[in-house]
């Protein structure tokens, strides 16, 4: 029997208006439907955007400190039950259950962190050029906001927005991904368990075009955050524009691991294997480019093709995987055809690629990692965003020639640089055309109480995370006081 879910609205959980579901699949295992939930509509939608403005007023006037206290009580309830839902995350999602348990974690960590913002959400005094006039800003909420969320990170994602969305004032229509919904409902869940007023948190469950794009385009929804594509985001800010709604937009990289010839050896290998193939390479914040200095290149690439044959790949609830499936059978065909794009550019195929499809594994979306080196900076592969666990090398001559190359994409979100000399570290870190610099650590894998986001095509709006949240999640009001 698949256990069916519904919508939260006004805090009553119901079905979709025309009675629609659609199945949340095991992407190891299709064969297991983990759950059945609504297929929204513009119907449901609007049931959602009306409940959350009924609530916006009750919810704004109440103090900052108070809303942080619900976001405290859901902390400890997400904490209790980390291991029911890293298994669900794992089992949805596919990544393995090391890093559900530590996705569960980042969400723990940053429901504490914006519970906590609720008692510091200031504004400035600024003083006047007149005698006897005082001047400060304080902050009000936007509105009802718009949460759209990715189905890779489903429940991180969904909490660091929600998060900074509730304490600054504002009432939530949560839309996650199909691909991995029910993590993100057990947030919402938990959330609703604290007492939270009806209306104040919403989800709407359901595809982009039929739930997500009526949400986005609602008159009344004021802020919209989305993560995902750069072409889906692209629909979001055009949408947002006509309106002059604010929209915050966290989309695609294409992000560099440069490896210098002086790195020590493991460190660049092993922050490679991590960036590019943990989570089966789909982060935004994945590697996809290691760009590696001539003199290091062979010792680099041999010790990194070694560590990829060996990576252990299957079903994520074991312990001792480390790589699970692509999401659904749409993304493994994407990546397997970039493969083939790969090949026809000319490209050198040194490892991984093929699919694992023996016993249990037929039923799932494995695929070994595949390592191409000769790569063109130009080329497609050199270019596009593939979303899977398929990284390209390019040899550089030297630092210049490995910046140039870095920056020669159209997006910009995170950047590694290998080292042990500070100074070019230092010196990348000023030239990196990417939001987020990492030095001798991982491209992908970020903490949740600093800025994240990026530059160029990859990012739009204002920062996520950390005190820079809040920027996004509510309005500066200024006032002058003659006394
Ligand atoms: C991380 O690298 O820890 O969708 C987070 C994504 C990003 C989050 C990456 N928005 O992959």
């Not at 029910?182 to 919403?202: F, M, S, W, Y």
């Not at 709006?461 to 809040?470: M, S, V, W």
Request: hydrophobic share 40%; net charge neutral; aromatic share 6%.
């Amino acid at each position: 029997m698949t256990n069916i879910y519904s919508n939260l609205i006004e805090g009553r959980w119901v079905p979709a208006r025309s009675g629609a579901t659609f199945d949340d699949v095991n992407p190891a295992d299709t064969a297991d439907i983990v759950g059945r939930l609504p297929d929204s509509g513009p119907p449901d939608v609007e049931d959602a955007v009306r409940a959350a403005a009924r609530a916006l007023p009750g919810w704004a006037a109440t103090p900052a400190p108070v809303r942080g206290r619900y976001l405290l009580r859901a902390a400890h309830a997400v904490e209790k039950r980390l291991e029911e839902l890293a298994d669900l995350l794992s089992r949805e999602e596919g990544k393995t259950i090391g890093e559900a348990r530590g996705e569960v974690t980042r969400a723990v960590r940053i429901l504490e962190y914006f519970g906590g913002e609720g008692a510091r959400l200031s504004g400035r005094t600024i003083p006047s050029e007149r005698e006897r006039v005082f001047m400060y800003t304080l902050r009000q909420p936007l509105g009802v906001v718009a949460l759209v969320t990715p189905w890779n990170f489903p429940i991180a994602i969904p909490a660091w927005k929600t998060a900074p969305a509730l304490v600054c004032g504002n009432t939530v229509v949560l839309k996650p991904a199909e691909q991995a919904p029910l993590t993100a409902l057990r947030l919402a869940e938990i959330l609703q368990e604290t007492d939270l007023p009806p209306g104040v948190l919403n989800v709407v469950f359901g595809g982009g075009p039929g739930a997500g794009a009526p949400l986005v385009a609602h008159p009344e929804v004021r802020g919209v955050s989305f993560t995902g594509s750069d072409v889906v985001g692209r629909q979001v800010a055009q949408v947002g524009a006509r309106r002059l709604a604010r929209v915050q937009l966290e989309m695609g990289g294409k992000n560099p691991t440069l490896v210098l010839a002086d790195a020590d050896l493991d460190t660049a290998v092993e922050c490679t294997l991590n960036a590019a193939f943990y989570s089966t390479g789909q982060r935004c914040t994945a590697t996809s480019r290691a760009i590696v200095e001539k003199a290091i290149a062979p010792a680099f690439l041999e010790r990194l093709v070694a560590r990829t044959g060996a990576l252990r790949i299957g079903d994520p609830r074991r312990p001792d995987t480390q790589i699970g499936p692509a999401i659904d059978a749409a993304q493994l065909e994407t990546t397997l055809r970039y493969l083939d794009t790969a090949r026809a550019e000319g490209a050198r195929h040194v490892a991984g690629g093929e699919r694992l499809t023996e016993g249990a594994l037929a039923r799932g979306h494995f695929l070994r990692p595949a390592i191409f080196t000769g790569v063109r900076p130009d080329s497609r592969l050199g270019q596009e965003e593939v979303f899977g666990p398929l990284l390209a090398v390019m040899e550089v001559d030297g630092f210049e020639e490995a910046v140039t190359v870095a920056n020669a994409t159209r997006f910009g979100l995170s950047a590694t640089i290998c080292t042990r000399d500070v100074s070019r570290a230092l010196e990348y870190v000023a030239r990196a055309e990417a939001g987020m610099v990492m030095v001798n650590l991982p491209s992908a894998g970020v903490e949740f109480q600093i800025p994240f986001g990026g530059l160029k095509d990859s990012s739009s709006g204002t920062r996520e995370q950390g005190p820079a949240a809040a920027e996004f999640y509510s309005e500066t009001k200024t006032v002058y006081m003659k006394y």
